[in-house]
C-alpha cells in the first residue's frame, strides 16, 4: 500500500514568490493534516480538510491556504514568500479526523525562500 | 505558549540501557498523547500512544506512562539499540479538535554501541 506522497520533495523560491505543494493521501484516506516543521518551532500544524472541508486551522497568516479535492488530493499554498518560511512541510492522512494513532506522515516538501 | 515541552534536545545511551525521554505539557484538556519517532530526510512516524484515562501502555520494547497530576508524559525503550537513533516528538491530541495535534519540539536520541 503505497504512503502518502509529498511533491515536490525539495524547492527553492525567492521572497515575495508564491509556491504550491502537493499532498496524495494513502488511498481510502480522507482527511489530510499540514505541518511546518522549523528547527527552533518544531511541528506546527497548518490546517486539516477531510472531505473537501477546512475542518481545523493553526495560527498562520492568511498567506497560508490549502485546498482538498474530491480525491482527497490536497495543495498547500504559500503567497508573497517570506524568508521565515523555509522550513519542512508534512502532509499527514488519516482515514477519519483524528484518531488515537494520529496520523500517517510523508516526507515532507523542504522549502528554502532566498 | 508552548503547550507542550521536550527540555532535553538530546541524550545518549549506550546500547542495550534504558532509554527515557520526557514530555510536560501544560493543558488538562488533552485526552491522548502519542509519541513519533523521525529519522533524517523522512516525516514522523507514529510509535505509540495512550489515553487520557489509562497511566501506562506498552507495545514491546516501548513504554509510555502518563502522570496526569505532574501533567508529564515518558517514553521507555528497553533495551535501546542502535536503530532507535533517531528525534523522538511527543505529541498531544485535545479534546475537541481531535484533527489537531501539538507537537514538542524533539528529543534527539543516540544508542551508542
Known amino acids: 500500500k503505497a504512503g502518502v506522497t509529498q511533491t515536490p520533495r525539495y524547492l527553492i523560491k525567492t521572497r515575495g514568490q508564491q509556491v504550491t505543494l502537493s499532498c496524495s493521501p494513502i488511498?481510502?484516506?480522507?482527511?489530510v493534516s499540514w505541518y511546518q516543521q522549523t528547527p527552533g518551532q518544531g511541528l506546527q500544524f497548518l490546517f486539516e480538510?477531510?472531505?473537501?472541508?477546512?475542518?481545523n486551522k493553526g495560527n498562520f497568516p492568511g498567506r497560508f491556504s490549502g485546498r482538498q479535492f474530491s480525491n482527497s488530493r490536497s495543495e498547500m499554498n504559500v503567497s508573497t514568500l517570506e524568508l521565515g518560511d523555509s522550513a519542512l512541510y508534512l502532509c499527514?492522512?488519516?482515514?477519519?479526523?483524528?484518531?488515537?494513532?494520529?496520523?500517517?506522515f510523508g516526507s515532507g516538501t523542504r522549502l528554502t525562500v532566498v | 505558549d508552548q503547550q507542550v515541552k521536550q527540555n532535553s534536545p538530546s541524550l545518549s545511551v549506550q546500547e542495550g540501557r534504558i532509554s527515557i525521554l520526557n514530555c510536560d505539557y501544560t493543558?488538562?484538556?488533552?485526552?491522548?498523547f502519542l509519541w513519533y519517532k523521525k529519522y533524517p530526510a523522512e516525516g514522523p512516524t507514529f510509535l505509540i500512544s495512550?489515553?487520557?484515562?489509562?497511566d501506562k501502555n506498552e507495545d514491546g520494547r516501548f513504554t509510555v506512562f502518563l502522570n496526569k497530576s505532574a501533567k508529564h508524559l515518558s517514553l521507555h525503550i528497553v533495551p535501546s539499540q542502535p536503530g532507535d537513533s533517531a528525534v523522538y516528538f511527543c505529541?498531544?491530541?485535545?479534546?475537541?479538535?481531535?484533527?489537531?495535534?501539538?507537537f514538542g519540539t524533539g528529543t534527539r536520541l543516540q544508542v551508542t554501541l
Open positions: 495512550i489515553s487520557s484515562i489509562k
Open positions: 505529541a498531544v491530541r485535545h479534546t475537541g479538535t481531535a484533527s489537531k495535534l501539538t
Open positions: 480538510y477531510f472531505s473537501e472541508t477546512q475542518r
Open positions: 488511498s481510502g484516506h480522507r482527511s
Open positions: 499527514a492522512s488519516s482515514l477519519a479526523s483524528g484518531g488515537t494513532r494520529g496520523y500517517t
Open positions: 493543558n488538562s484538556m488533552f485526552d491522548y
